[in-house]
C-alpha cells in the first residue's frame, strides 16, 4: 500500500496533467477500495517528504477539495469536526496538518472543518504576509462558496454566536480583508 500510494504521487509528481484530469477521481476510488483515513494520513507523510513544494502545495489543494466535498470522505469530514472531542481526531488533524501548511488556503480550511478557530485567527492574520496571488484568490473564492455549502453549516450556526466564536468571525473577517471586492467578497 504504501510503495503504491508513493508510486501514485510520484507519477502526479511528473505527470501534471494526470494530477489535474484524473487525480481527483483516482484518489476517490482509492478512498473507496482502502480505508480514506489511512489513505490521507500516508499522503501527508509523502507530501512532507517530497522537496518540491509547488507540487507539494498542488496535490494537497486537491486533497483539501477532495476532503470538502466528495461523498466517500463524508466520515472523515465528521472525524474533523469532533476534534475538541476526541483524541483520533486530533490524531488525523495532526497528521494532515503537517502537509496541509504547503497549502495557505487548504491548512486554514482544515481548521475551519476541525473548529480551530483560534489557530484559523492566527493562520489568516499570517496571510497578511504572503505575496496574494491571482491562484491563491482562487482557492480562497473556493472556499467562500464551500462555505455556503452543507459542509460548512456548522460554521454558519455558530455565526449567530460572536460571543461564543470570536475567533471564527475573526477569522473570517480576516479572509475577507484579503479578498478584493468580488462576489465571493459579498457572501462572506
Known amino acids: ?4 500510494l508513493t508510486e ?3 507519477k502526479f509528481k511528473n505527470n501534471r496533467e ?6 481527483t477521481s483516482i484518489l ?4 473507496t477500495i482502502l480505508d480514506a483515513e489511512k489513505v490521507f494520513r500516508r499522503m501527508s507523510v509523502i507530501l512532507c517528504q517530497q522537496e518540491d513544494y509547488v507540487f507539494s502545495s498542488i496535490m494537497v489543494q486537491t486533497a483539501n477539495f477532495m476532503l470538502l466535498t466528495a461523498d466517500e470522505l463524508y466520515a ?3 472525524l474533523l469536526k469532533n476534534f475538541w472531542n476526541d483524541p483520533k481526531a486530533r490524531d488525523f488533524f495532526t497528521s494532515l496538518f503537517q502537509s496541509w501548511c504547503y497549502n495557505p488556503v487548504a491548512v486554514f480550511s482544515l481548521c475551519l472543518l476541525a473548529q480551530a478557530y483560534e489557530l484559523s485567527a492566527e493562520l489568516v492574520a499570517q496571510f497578511a504576509y504572503l505575496e496574494i496571488s491571482v491562484p ?13 455549502s452543507p ?6 450556526m455558530q455565526l ?4 461564543t466564536f470570536p475567533y471564527l468571525h475573526k477569522s473570517l473577517y480576516g479572509l475577507l480583508m484579503l479578498l478584493p471586492q468580488s462576489s465571493a467578497y459579498q457572501l462572506l
Open 28 to 31: 476517490r476510488k482509492l478512498c
Open 136 to 148: 491563491f484568490l482562487v482557492q480562497a473564492e473556493r472556499l467562500v462558496q464551500l462555505i455556503e
Open 1 to 4: 500500500f504504501i510503495r503504491f
Open 76 to 78: 472523515l469530514r465528521m
Open 160 to 163: 449567530l454566536e460572536p460571543r
Open 8 to 10: 501514485l504521487i510520484d
Open 18 to 23: 494526470l494530477l489535474q484530469k484524473e487525480g
Open 151 to 156: 459542509v460548512f453549516a456548522h460554521i454558519r
